[in-house]
Structure formats: structure tokens, C-alpha cells
């Protein structure tokens, strides 16, 4: 086992990894930038290292400064986190060169679950299901119809420099096809200066469902179940599930076996995390593979009872897995909100700046997996997530009234949150019912929110009043008491006794 | 709510209208340590209120609890009630950009009315004087602080409170024309 692990990562999924280590009686070991010096995770840490200024290409980017602190402060191993440098394949050659071992799968199956197409071309080798069309360059108007009808309308046509919406559209019928690929071959030319469009089956209202796997390095590959993470605002998870609602037993098994499939076929160690899509007749399609510790990661320790950060570390050391396929067992319901400081009222805008005042839920059922604390500035130079709320319940009921119950609880003051948010989701009834998909959020935020509760604004002026009247009394302290005081300087009492008799 | 409502005698010693999410409210208070008195809409509640820390209030209004929380967001002050933000003003007759919303911008007429009850310490100007903008008009003593009114506006001082009088809130100190 490692005596020393550097935690090349900020924030919660820091403090999450410095825990594990502290359980496993590692040494966590934080690394920093400028801004981060007083930041959680350092403060948690055993021994921390200054890597550099805060923007993040010079300091958590920045693969020589963390390679020449791992080697300084003697960590056997390193772990990325999520983001920055972990799914960097070249990160964890540089690594294994260093004789530091990486967290994480081999830079071989980084690289093939890195690109779409070989990820693609690797998962058809195999049988895993992926959204039928083409990934490469429509030759002529003719040959799109070929595809389009042999997989079947609607159809989506792609720019293949694509993203952000540019060069896409919508095909529901065949005599659409021609203008609907002359329109986005145009477009995409015109925004992305390459014409290429591919076509794709689309898939209408999907929902968002991934699989968890972990695979020790003596090939043993174990799926961890599922969750539910179609509740997206601009691609950007905000609430995730398992199980997912809409996942039967059958369901669960089947894609359990293609994502462990899916691992294996690349060679995959440590935890990953195969994406897919899913139809309304529970069609499900290989969308990509993570491979690093998910952000969402905390909803399937509280299902199965185990420690991915954990398990990650112990595979890592070339420990065979502790459990086989039939000793995972799936227990209750959890829900896992993402907290961020960005503005529900303004677009969610990122609202970096000071936490005046915080207030942590607790009790039963709850977890939370925090970065910051009070009276820590939140830096406008990362990911502006906070913390990670995570209820379990023994049913989705329960574990929906546990979340919205501690959502209630939770108080971050100075800055602006997307607590409300959640308590918007919680209590909506389509949600409730688990009637989501991937459009559901946008759904959700076009309707009308606001609800007038004019008790509250009443208590809200009857406390505006009695701040006001606290603080003068407060500030008038000094002036109520007239009584000279020892330590005073003479010259002081002077002062004091000549106003007294002014007011007088 | 209702047992605990009563009618109102006209002995409250606070006296505030607050604006919150654009509607005015007259709040009426008298205090008794941590109890108080508390009229709001011609209508009387028993409120208790603790100060917990900086920016929290724990508030019991007729029996009902409330933690009442302010946090700064740039230099507006918001107030948290149920986890709603609320942007509450109370116009203060010591501020010139609060009686201006008052009088509304394009009066000339300013009356300057009394918020809390308190003496007049001292009268810089007399009746008929034309007085200038933010000039000093007169010193009132409240809550063991002394306040300087100002003139809101250029005019001629109409009415002028004497010197020594001891105001209620909403009392008329002085009118600029």
C-alpha cells in the first residue's frame, strides 16, 4: 500500500480524496495555486505544496510543476480527481515515467475512450450499441438518403467540427433531406469553416444514464449499477440519481454487461464510466466513456455501501477487487445536488466572491461533500462548484424529502447559489412522478417561477427593521455608557465627559 | 394567528415604513427586552426576537419561527426569509436619496418627518430662511444618537419644529418648499 498519495486536484473532490487517504492511513498530500492557499483542502491535508499561480494552465494545468512536487515530497502515487489533468493521457505517461504511479486507467485506454471515433469504431468492433448513421463526411445528397432511410427517420444531421447546436438539424421526413443538409452544410461552413455533416439517427427526448464500472488490473471487471443524469442545463449535470426510475432489473443487467464490455474491450483499469443514451422504448446507445472518478460518484457509494475513492486507490496498488458481480448489491434511493455559486436569476452566470455566511445541512440521510467554508472567497479562476449535497432515503419518496429537507437547511450567504433551483426541481411534480429527460431543465426554467408568498416578505420587513434596530444598539454602546473607564487615556474622558454635557 | 391579534393603542415608540418587493409597509413596534410589540397592517402580533450571530435573527412571530438572515451581495443588503431573498428599503428622513424617493424626484416640496421618537437638540435656521441643498436644518437626538437633518432640496423653510421639542415618529420636523 502507498505511505504518500499527492492529490493533484482542488476543491471538494480534494477534500473527498484527502478523507480516503486519512481513512487508509495515507499521507494526503495537497498541492496549490495563489488564490487556493487558505482553500479547503489545504487546510485538511497532512502536507501541502505551492505549484504555482491561479490560473489554472500555470498551477493544476501544469504537468511539470506537479511531476517535480510528487517527486520532491516522495508520493508513490498521485491522484487526478475529475477535470484538470485526468483524463490527460499524456499526464499519465509522464507519470508512470516518473515511477509515480497514476490513479487511474492505463494512458492506452485513455487514448482509445478519448477520441469519439476510435471509441466509436472500438465499441462496434464489439458489439456494443452505439446511435446508428455515419461518422464520417456525407459524399452527396444521394448517399444521405441511402443512410437516412436504412436507419430510419428522424434523422439528425451533424457538423462534423461541430458543437453548440451550429450545423445541426432535425430531418423528421425524406423530402426534408436535401434543403435540411444544404442549410447545415452551409452553416457549418460558415461557422466552423469546414462543411462536413454527418448523419445520426436521432434520439428524441433522451434520457442521460451512465454506468459505473470498476476493473482491478487483474482483469476483473464489476458494474456498479446506474445513474440518472438527464437533468442537464447546457450539457452541465446539476441533479443525479440511482437508481434511475426508469431502469428495470432487465434494463440495469443488460447495460451493466455491455458497459463492463465496453471497459474490456479497451483494456480499462480503475473506476470509469460509460455514458449512454436512452430512447423512450429503453433503446440505449454508447455515448462515451469517462475515464476518471465521476463528480456523481457519491450516489452509488450510498447505493451499493462502497468507497469508489477507496477502491480506486486499492486497485491501484494492485489489489484484486474485493467483490464479484453477484456480491454487488443495490440498496435504497440517492440523489446527489450539484451546488454552485452561479446566479439562478441571471442565466446562471458564474458569482464568485466571499461566503459571509454558511450553514451546513446534517441528519439523517444527508451528505455533504464540500470545497469551501465560511468566510472562504470562491475565485473567479475554477469551476464554480461549492459543494455536492447528497441525501439517501430508503425509497425515491423518502430520498426526494430528505434532499429538499436539507436543501432547506443550507445557507450560503455573500454570494449567489443555485440552492433554489433545487428546490424548484424537488417539489416538481413531473419530477417527482420521474417523468425527466435531457430537456426537462429547460422545460422546467421556462415556466413561471415565481410564487409571491407575502408572509415572508412581511417577516423579510419586520426583520429589515429589527437589524436596523440591533445595530444602532450596537454602534450606540459606546455612547450609552457614560461611565468613565480606567484604562482610558485622560484625554479620552475629556472628550467624553464634554460631549455628555452637549447633549444635556 | 387571529387569538393573538388585538386592536391596536397608538403607544408604539417605532415607527417604520418599509419598502419590500414594491409594496410599503407600516411597521409599528414597542419593546420590552426580547418582546415585543408589533402592529403590522392596523393589525397586533406578539414578536420575539434573539440576534443569534452577525446577520442572523431567530424571529418567533405569533408563535410561528423564523430565522431571519442579511448577507451583503455588492452593496445591496438582502434578507433571507424560508430561504427567499428579499431586497427591503426603509427609507431613513436622515438620507437625502430616501426622501427623495418620498417626495418623488420631482417635487420641490420636501416634508421631513420624525422616524423614531427623539428630541430636537438644536434648530440652524428660522421660518422663511432660503436654505440650499444638504444644507444643515436642524439636530435631532434619537436612540442616543444625534442626526443632522439636511435639506433635500433648494427652497424656503414653510414649517419648523422649535427647538427642545420632544417628536414622535412621523412627526413633521420641517417643510422646504
Same mark, same amino acid.
Given at each position: 500500500?502507498?505511505?504518500?498519495?499527492?492529490?493533484?486536484?482542488? *476543491?471538494?473532490?480534494?477534500? #473527498?480524496?484527502?478523507?480516503?487517504?486519512?481513512?487508509?492511513?495515507?499521507?494526503?498530500?495537497?498541492?496549490?495555486?495563489?488564490?487556493?492557499?487558505?482553500?479547503?483542502?489545504?487546510?485538511?491535508?497532512?502536507?501541502?505544496?505551492?505549484?504555482?499561480?491561479?490560473?489554472?494552465?500555470?498551477?493544476?494545468?501544469?504537468? +511539470?510543476?506537479?511531476?517535480?512536487?510528487?517527486?520532491?515530497?516522495?508520493?508513490?502515487? %498521485?491522484?487526478?480527481?475529475?477535470? $484538470?489533468?485526468?483524463?490527460?493521457?499524456?499526464?499519465?505517461?509522464?507519470?508512470?515515467?516518473?515511477?509515480?504511479?497514476?490513479?487511474?486507467?492505463?494512458?492506452?485506454?485513455?487514448?482509445?475512450?478519448?477520441?469519439?471515433?476510435?471509441?466509436?469504431? &472500438?465499441?462496434?468492433? $464489439?458489439?456494443?450499441?452505439?446511435?446508428?448513421?455515419?461518422?464520417?463526411?456525407?459524399?452527396?445528397?444521394? &448517399?444521405?438518403?441511402?443512410?437516412?432511410?436504412?436507419?430510419?427517420?428522424?434523422?439528425?444531421?451533424?457538423?462534423?467540427?461541430?458543437?453548440?447546436?451550429?450545423?445541426?438539424?432535425?430531418?423528421?421526413?425524406?423530402?426534408?433531406?436535401?434543403?435540411?443538409?444544404?442549410?447545415?452544410?452551409?452553416?457549418?461552413? #460558415?461557422?466552423?469553416?469546414?462543411?462536413?455533416?454527418?448523419?445520426?439517427?436521432?434520439?428524441?427526448?433522451?434520457?442521460?444514464?451512465?454506468?459505473?464500472?470498476?476493473?482491478?488490473?487483474?482483469?476483473?471487471?464489476?458494474?456498479?449499477?446506474?445513474?440518472?443524469?438527464?437533468?442537464?442545463?447546457?450539457?452541465?449535470?446539476?441533479?443525479?440519481?440511482?437508481?434511475?426510475?426508469?431502469?428495470?432489473?432487465?434494463?440495469?443487467?443488460?447495460?451493466?454487461?455491455?458497459?463492463?464490455?465496453?471497459?474490456?474491450?479497451?483494456?480499462?483499469?480503475?473506476?470509469?464510466?460509460?455514458?449512454?443514451?436512452? +430512447?423512450?422504448?429503453?433503446? $440505449?446507445?454508447?455515448?462515451?466513456?469517462?475515464?476518471?472518478?465521476? =463528480?456523481?460518484?457519491?450516489?452509488?457509494?450510498?447505493?451499493?455501501?462502497?468507497?469508489?475513492?477507496?477502491?480506486?486507490?486499492?486497485?491501484?496498488?494492485?489489489?484484486?477487487?474485493?467483490?464479484?458481480?453477484?456480491? =454487488?448489491?443495490?440498496?435504497?434511493?440517492?440523489?446527489?445536488? #450539484?451546488?454552485?455559486?452561479?446566479?439562478?436569476?441571471?442565466?446562471?452566470?458564474?458569482?464568485?466572491?466571499?461566503?459571509?455566511?454558511?450553514?451546513?445541512?446534517? *441528519?439523517?440521510?444527508?451528505?455533504? +461533500?464540500?470545497?469551501?467554508?465560511?468566510? /472562504?472567497?470562491?475565485?473567479?479562476?475554477?469551476?464554480?462548484?461549492?459543494?455536492?449535497?447528497?441525501?439517501?432515503?430508503?425509497? #425515491?419518496?423518502?430520498?426526494?424529502?430528505?434532499?429538499?429537507?436539507?436543501?432547506?437547511?443550507? $445557507?450560503? *450567504?455573500?454570494?449567489?447559489?443555485?440552492?433554489?433551483?433545487?428546490?424548484?426541481?424537488?417539489?416538481?411534480?413531473?419530477?417527482?412522478?420521474?417523468?425527466?429527460?435531457?430537456?426537462?431543465?429547460?422545460?422546467?426554467?421556462?415556466?413561471?417561477?415565481?410564487?409571491?408568498?407575502?408572509?415572508?416578505? &412581511?417577516?423579510?420587513?419586520?426583520?429589515?427593521? %429589527?437589524?436596523? =434596530?440591533?445595530?444602532?444598539?450596537?454602534?450606540?454602546?459606546?455612547?450609552?455608557?457614560?461611565?468613565?473607564?480606567?484604562?482610558?487615556?485622560? /484625554?479620552?474622558?475629556?472628550?467624553?465627559?464634554?460631549?455628555?454635557?452637549?447633549?444635556? | 394567528?387571529?387569538?393573538?391579534?388585538?386592536?391596536?393603542?397608538?403607544?408604539?415608540?417605532?415607527?417604520?415604513?418599509?419598502?419590500?418587493?414594491?409594496?410599503?409597509?407600516?411597521?409599528?413596534?414597542?419593546?420590552?427586552?426580547?418582546? !415585543?410589540?408589533?402592529?403590522?397592517?392596523?393589525?397586533?402580533?406578539?414578536?420575539?426576537?434573539?440576534?443569534?450571530?452577525?446577520?442572523?435573527?431567530?424571529?418567533?412571530?405569533?408563535?410561528?419561527?423564523?430565522?431571519?438572515?442579511?448577507?451583503?451581495?455588492?452593496?445591496?443588503?438582502?434578507? !433571507?426569509?424560508?430561504?427567499?431573498?428579499?431586497?427591503?428599503?426603509?427609507?431613513?428622513?436622515?438620507?437625502?436619496?430616501?426622501?427623495?424617493?418620498?417626495?418623488?424626484?420631482?417635487?420641490?416640496?420636501?416634508?421631513?418627518?420624525?422616524?423614531?421618537?427623539?428630541?430636537?437638540?438644536?434648530?440652524?435656521?428660522?421660518?422663511?430662511?432660503?436654505?440650499?441643498?444638504?444644507?444643515?436644518?436642524?439636530?435631532?437626538?434619537?436612540?442616543?444618537?444625534?442626526?443632522?437633518?439636511?435639506?433635500?432640496?433648494?427652497?424656503?423653510?414653510?414649517?419648523?419644529?422649535?427647538?427642545?421639542?420632544?417628536?414622535?415618529?412621523?412627526?413633521?420636523?420641517?417643510?422646504?418648499?
Amino acid at each position: 500500500m502507498f505511505n504518500k498519495i499527492l492529490i493533484a486536484n482542488r *476543491g471538494e473532490i480534494a477534500v #473527498r480524496i484527502v478523507r480516503a487517504c486519512r481513512e487508509m492511513g495515507i499521507t494526503p498530500t495537497a498541492v496549490y495555486s495563489d488564490v487556493d492557499r487558505a482553500a479547503l483542502h489545504v487546510r485538511m491535508a497532512a502536507e501541502a505544496y505551492y505549484i504555482g499561480p491561479s490560473p489554472a494552465l500555470e498551477s493544476y494545468l501544469n504537468i +511539470d510543476r506537479i511531476l517535480t512536487v510528487a517527486k520532491r515530497c516522495g508520493a508513490e502515487a %498521485l491522484h487526478p480527481g475529475y477535470g $484538470f489533468l485526468s483524463e490527460n493521457s499524456d499526464f499519465a505517461e509522464a507519470c508512470a515515467i516518473s515511477g509515480i504511479k497514476f490513479i487511474g486507467p492505463s494512458p492506452a485506454s485513455m487514448k482509445i475512450m478519448g477520441s469519439k471515433t476510435k471509441a466509436r469504431q &472500438q465499441m462496434e468492433k $464489439f458489439g456494443v450499441p452505439c446511435v446508428p448513421g455515419n461518422s464520417q463526411a456525407l459524399q452527396s445528397p444521394e &448517399q444521405a438518403k441511402q443512410i437516412a432511410d436504412h436507419i430510419g427517420y428522424p434523422v439528425m444531421l451533424k457538423a462534423a467540427a461541430g458543437g453548440g447546436g451550429k450545423g445541426m438539424r432535425l430531418v423528421t421526413e425524406p423530402q426534408q433531406l436535401q434543403a435540411a443538409l444544404e442549410a447545415a452544410q452551409s452553416e457549418a461552413l #460558415r461557422a466552423f469553416g469546414n462543411g462536413d455533416v454527418y448523419i445520426e439517427k436521432a434520439i428524441l427526448n433522451p434520457r442521460h444514464i451512465e454506468v459505473q464500472i470498476l476493473a482491478d488490473e487483474y482483469g476483473n471487471t464489476i458494474h456498479l449499477g446506474e445513474r440518472e443524469c438527464s437533468i442537464q442545463r447546457r450539457h452541465q449535470k446539476v441533479l443525479e440519481e440511482s437508481p434511475s426510475a426508469f431502469v428495470d432489473e432487465t434494463l440495469r443487467r443488460r447495460m451493466g454487461e455491455v458497459a463492463v464490455r465496453a471497459a474490456s474491450s479497451a483494456g480499462y483499469t480503475n473506476a470509469g464510466t460509460v455514458e449512454f443514451l436512452v +430512447d423512450k422504448d429503453k433503446n $440505449f446507445y454508447f455515448l462515451e466513456m469517462n475515464t476518471r472518478l465521476q =463528480v456523481e460518484h457519491p450516489v452509488t457509494e450510498l447505493v451499493t455501501g462502497l468507497d469508489l475513492v477507496q477502491s480506486q486507490i486499492l486497485i491501484a496498488a494492485n489489489e484484486n477487487l474485493a467483490l464479484v458481480q453477484a456480491d =454487488v448489491e443495490f440498496r435504497g434511493h440517492a440523489i446527489e445536488c #450539484r451546488i454552485y455559486a452561479e446566479d439562478p436569476g441571471n442565466q446562471f452566470f458564474p458569482s464568485p466572491g466571499k461566503i459571509t455566511l454558511m450553514r451546513e445541512p446534517s *441528519g439523517p440521510g444527508v451528505r455533504l +461533500d464540500t470545497g469551501v467554508y465560511e468566510g /472562504w472567497t470562491v475565485p473567479t479562476d475554477y469551476d464554480p462548484l461549492l459543494a455536492k449535497l447528497t441525501a439517501y432515503g430508503e425509497s #425515491r419518496d423518502q430520498a426526494i424529502s430528505r434532499s429538499l429537507r436539507a436543501v432547506d437547511e443550507m $445557507f450560503v *450567504g455573500g454570494i449567489q447559489t443555485n440552492l433554489s433551483l433545487f428546490r424548484r426541481i424537488l417539489s416538481d411534480p413531473a419530477f417527482r412522478a420521474g417523468k425527466i429527460d435531457t430537456g426537462y431543465l429547460d422545460r422546467l426554467l421556462t415556466s413561471d417561477a415565481r410564487i409571491e408568498n407575502h408572509e415572508d416578505a &412581511q417577516v423579510a420587513a419586520i426583520a429589515a427593521v %429589527l437589524f436596523n =434596530v440591533f445595530e444602532n444598539e450596537t454602534q450606540s454602546v459606546g455612547t450609552a455608557n457614560n461611565g468613565a473607564r480606567l484604562s482610558d487615556s485622560n /484625554w479620552k474622558r475629556a472628550a467624553r465627559i464634554e460631549s455628555s454635557n452637549m447633549e444635556t | 394567528m387571529e387569538a393573538a391579534r388585538g386592536k391596536c393603542p397608538n403607544a408604539f415608540n417605532m415607527i417604520y415604513n418599509v419598502s419590500i418587493g414594491g409594496r410599503n409597509l407600516r411597521i409599528a413596534l414597542e419593546r420590552d427586552g426580547e418582546e !415585543w410589540k408589533l402592529e403590522l397592517n392596523a393589525v397586533l402580533f406578539p414578536l420575539n426576537a434573539r440576534p443569534i450571530r452577525h446577520g442572523v435573527i431567530s424571529l418567533i412571530v405569533d408563535s410561528r419561527v423564523y430565522e431571519a438572515k442579511r448577507d451583503q451581495l455588492g452593496n445591496q443588503a438582502r434578507l !433571507w426569509i424560508n430561504n427567499t431573498p428579499f431586497i427591503a428599503e426603509i427609507p431613513d428622513p436622515r438620507s437625502l436619496t430616501a426622501r427623495r424617493s418620498r417626495t418623488g424626484a420631482a417635487s420641490t416640496t420636501a416634508k421631513l418627518l420624525a422616524s423614531m421618537p427623539g428630541k430636537v437638540l438644536r434648530v440652524m435656521v428660522s421660518a422663511m430662511d432660503q436654505v440650499e441643498v444638504g444644507q444643515a436644518l436642524l439636530v435631532l437626538e434619537a436612540m442616543k444618537m444625534q442626526n443632522e437633518i439636511k435639506s433635500p432640496n433648494k427652497g424656503t423653510v414653510k414649517h419648523l419644529i422649535t427647538e427642545g421639542t420632544y417628536v414622535n415618529a412621523g412627526d413633521v420636523l420641517v417643510i422646504v418648499e
